[in-house]
């Protein structure tokens, strides 16, 4: 070897030693601190603020399961996201524990002895004491879609569990059956695992087999009733809002001319009815493009949609009717608009086809001094787990974070309680015009091959004579 060639030789080698030497030592440091670092914009695989201060007010003991062999999960998996994810609990004191039932069959047994959880191997299970909550790994990761994105639901239910096991009482809210109304099992398992983690305990309720209301109902919802109430049914309910009852009612439009005379009665009490119509925006920023029915209406400045303040919140609120707020006005009682279309909205009756104009109330709260609360949606679609599971999944997302809020805070007299939210992750595209396109083509396809062969040949007319 010539002397050029052995210097060229040891540089080369030095450098690579040292590059490894640096790679190493970096590892090290990294794995000693356990350091992790979320890069993505909505901060998936970290723990918002909120549940961290949710989760250290808690004093009891919570442990989380993951009914697998951790060992076994490969990086970059929907399972190591997830897991990444509790060890952030971890770090808040929450115990977390991975048991393979196949290896350990007793496990199922001692967390679910009585079998009503369902439990298989790949949930997740959160307990403290008595109390267990399963979670199943597809839940967490949510939802995705091509076209708008990913909802992310790890952080909400991970922390809605946690808080629902180390609760003393968790209250109930009661899903009325007996009126053709969306089923809380196939049409609202989406909302109802929301209402869940944020400490609600969600039941089906019948009006008609029930004596009363029952005593520890906490909330009461109708969800796209399409028939009336019953008499006997209305005094259930009159009764229960004259012991301070909290009420959901959420009306689709229907194509029918059929009256729901009970509730429209009951719900004058609160000032408040509905109209048999449907809603259409004539405001080209408010609606989806070809679909004036496809409403996305705006909220109002009030104090109970403060949470709000400041955002352009968006409601996509497709083939709504809409809500009155009638002139009766009464002392004891408060009515305020919630969600509004723009002046350029217009209605057409079901019956009779009257045309009516805009702005109109999509959704009205009532309160009654130191009682009853009422909110009244003209649209029951936005909550659906066909809606989310739709191309709009990620829209209609933002309607039912606003439910979740109204429903937690409002409804419950918790002004400061704190609400997780699945996060959305709306995916960008980067739009390119032909002419930009021919361009980016010459660029990638002849320049930049020219430019590394030319670049080649340079370095090898310098070597060649080493």
Same mark, same amino acid.
């Given at each position: 070897?010539?002397?050029?060639?052995?210097?060229?030789?040891?540089?080369?080698?030095?450098?690579?030693?040292?590059?490894?030497?640096?790679?190493?030592?970096?590892?090290?440091?990294?794995?000693?601190?356990?350091?992790?670092?979320?890069?993505?914009?909505?901060?998936?695989?970290?723990?918002?603020?909120?549940?961290?201060?949710?989760?250290?007010?808690?004093?009891?003991?919570?442990?989380? &399961? !993951?009914?697998?062999?951790?060992? /076994?999960?490969?990086?970059? *998996?929907?399972?190591?996201? @997830? +897991?990444?994810? #509790?060890?952030?609990?971890?770090?808040?004191?929450?115990?977390?524990?991975?048991?393979?039932?196949?290896?350990?069959?007793?496990?199922?047994?001692?967390?679910?002895?009585?079998?009503?959880?369902?439990?298989?191997?790949?949930?997740?299970?959160?307990?403290?004491?008595?109390?267990?909550?399963?979670?199943?790994?597809?839940?967490? &990761? !949510?939802?995705?879609?091509?076209? /708008?994105?990913?909802?992310? *639901?790890?952080?909400?239910? @991970? +922390?809605?569990? #946690?808080?629902?096991?180390?609760?003393?009482?968790?209250?109930?809210?009661?899903?009325?059956?007996?009126?053709?109304?969306?089923?809380?099992?196939?049409?609202?398992?989406?909302?109802?695992?929301?209402?869940?983690?944020?400490?609600?305990?969600?039941?089906?309720?019948?009006?008609?087999?029930?004596?009363?209301?029952?005593?520890?109902?906490?909330?009461?919802?109708?969800?796209?009733?399409?028939?009336?109430?019953?008499?006997?049914?209305?005094?259930?309910?009159?009764?229960?809002?004259?012991?301070?009852?909290?009420?959901?009612?959420?009306?689709?439009?229907?194509?029918?001319?059929?009256?729901?005379?009970?509730?429209?009665?009951?719900?004058?009490?609160?000032?408040?009815?509905?109209?048999?119509?449907?809603?259409?925006?004539?405001?080209?920023?408010?609606?989806?493009?070809?679909?004036?029915?496809?409403?996305?209406?705006?909220?109002?400045?009030?104090?109970?949609?403060?949470?709000?303040?400041?955002?352009?919140?968006?409601?996509?609120?497709?083939?709504?009717?809409?809500?009155?707020?009638?002139?009766?006005?009464?002392?004891?009682?408060?009515?305020?608009?919630?969600?509004?279309?723009?002046?350029?909205?217009?209605?057409?009756?079901?019956?009779?086809?009257?045309?009516?104009?805009?702005?109109?109330?999509?959704?009205?709260?009532?309160?009654?001094?130191?009682?009853?609360?009422?909110?009244?949606?003209?649209?029951?679609?936005?909550?659906?787990?066909?809606?989310?599971?739709?191309?709009?999944?990620?829209?209609?997302?933002?309607?039912?974070?606003?439910?979740?809020?109204?429903?937690?805070?409002?409804?419950?007299?918790?002004?400061?309680?704190?609400?997780?939210?699945?996060?959305?992750?709306?995916?960008?595209?980067?739009?390119?015009?032909?002419?930009?396109?021919?361009?980016?083509?010459?660029?990638?396809?002849?320049?930049?091959?020219?430019?590394?062969?030319?670049?080649?040949?340079?370095?090898?007319?310098?070597?060649?004579?080493?």
């Amino acid at each position: 070897m010539n002397k050029r060639s052995l210097k060229y030789g040891t540089n080369s080698i030095v450098l690579i030693v040292a590059v490894i030497a640096i790679a190493i030592v970096v590892n090290l440091l990294v794995g000693m601190g356990n350091f992790r670092l979320d890069l993505t914009s909505a901060k998936l695989y970290s723990i918002s603020e909120q549940s961290k201060d949710i989760v250290k007010k808690i004093k009891k003991e919570v442990t989380i &399961y !993951g009914l697998f062999d951790n060992a /076994t999960i490969p990086g970059g *998996s929907e399972y190591r996201e @997830i +897991t990444n994810l #509790i060890n952030e609990y971890k770090d808040l004191g929450v115990k977390v524990k991975y048991v393979d039932p196949d290896k350990d069959p007793g496990t199922l047994t001692s967390l679910d002895p009585q079998k009503t959880l369902g439990l298989t191997k790949g949930d997740f299970v959160v307990k403290s004491g008595n109390k267990v909550r399963r979670l199943g790994a597809q839940d967490l &990761y !949510g939802q995705s879609n091509q076209q /708008t994105g990913r909802t992310y *639901s790890a952080e909400p239910l @991970i +922390t809605g569990a #946690i808080k629902f096991v180390a609760s003393d009482v968790t209250p109930v809210a009661y899903f009325v059956e007996g009126h053709n109304e969306l089923s809380l099992k196939n049409d609202l398992n989406q909302v109802s695992k929301i209402l869940q983690s944020n400490n609600l305990e969600v039941k089906s309720l019948s009006l008609l087999t029930e004596k009363n209301i029952p005593e520890d109902c906490h909330l009461l919802v109708f969800a796209s009733p399409q028939k009336d109430l019953t008499d006997e049914e209305k005094i259930k309910l009159d009764a229960y809002v004259k012991k301070n009852g909290k009420i959901i009612f959420l009306f689709d439009s229907l194509e029918s001319n059929d009256k729901l005379t009970n509730f429209e009665d009951s719900l004058s009490y609160f000032n408040i009815g509905f109209n048999y119509d449907k809603v259409k925006e004539n405001d080209s920023n408010r609606h989806l493009p070809n679909d004036d029915y496809a409403l996305i209406a705006s909220l109002t400045e009030n104090d109970i949609n403060k949470a709000f303040a400041g955002a352009n919140y968006p409601v996509f609120m497709p083939d709504s009717r809409s809500i009155n707020i009638l002139k009766n006005q009464k002392d004891w009682l408060t009515n305020t608009q919630l969600i509004t279309t723009t002046n350029k909205a217009e209605s057409t009756d079901i019956v009779g086809g009257k045309v009516n104009k805009g702005p109109f109330n999509l959704a009205v709260a009532a309160e009654v001094s130191g009682g009853s609360k009422v909110l009244v949606f003209g649209n029951s679609k936005f909550l659906s787990d066909k809606a989310l599971a739709s191309q709009y999944g990620t829209y209609f997302q933002y309607g039912t974070n606003y439910f979740l809020t109204t429903v937690v805070n409002w409804m419950q007299d918790k002004t400061d309680e704190q609400t997780i939210s699945s996060k959305v992750v709306i995916p960008k595209a980067l739009t390119v015009t032909e002419s930009q396109t021919k361009v980016l083509s010459i660029v990638l396809i002849g320049v930049l091959p020219l430019l590394i062969l030319g670049c080649g040949l340079f370095v090898w007319s310098r070597r060649r004579h080493l």
